[in-house]
């Protein structure tokens, strides 16, 4: 799958940078160009960065950066859709690849955070630090008189 998704975005970055090249040399085009340009191929950058990262929370941090500049992807191709800027059948292809590629990482990162948040539990109930942490004298249902 990490792979799978790798080649997955970075074949969608070649398409953006394609789609790119034949918006008009305008001020509309060109701004458009730019901002779809840094997030589209940013997904795919931030994914193989997360895959390779230091640490659980390196990756979940790398995940949550892709999921943003996913979601962003989304938003400049519904403007570039809105306003029939480029080849429109390749907006659209672009547009359900980038939803559909900001589902699979929003799962992905869930996914992470959730194992993190069980390991911590997990750990905290082994070591009996929970107890330590929330001794139940400090809630009054618990005191015992």
């Known amino acids: 799958m990490k792979t799978e998704l790798e080649g997955r975005t970075k074949n969608f970055s ?4 394609r789609l790119i090249r034949t918006f008009p040399k305008t001020v509309d085009g060109i701004e458009m160009g730019r901002q779809l ?4 191929t940013s997904i795919g950058a931030n994914y193989r960065e997360a895959n390779r990262g230091e640490s659980r929370q390196d990756f979940i941090h790398k995940v949550g950066i892709a999921e943003k500049e996913a979601s962003e992807t989304v938003y400049w191709l519904e403007i570039c859709e809105a306003a029939l800027l480029g080849d429109i059948n390749e907006v659209h292809f672009l547009l359900k690849e980038s939803k559909e590629i900001l589902a699979i990482v929003t799962t992905i990162g869930r996914k992470a955070k959730g194992r993190s948040r069980a390991i911590v539990a997990a750990v905290l109930l082994s070591t009996g630090a929970l107890a330590l942490l929330f ?3 400090r809630f009054p249902i618990f005191a015992f008189h």
Do not use: A, N, T, Y
């Not at 070649?14 to 940078?17: K, N, P, Q």
């Not at 340009?37 to 589209?40: F, N, T």
């Open 37 to 40: 340009l840094r997030s589209g």
């Open 14 to 17: 070649v398409r953006i940078v």
């Open 135 to 137: 001794p139940l004298s």
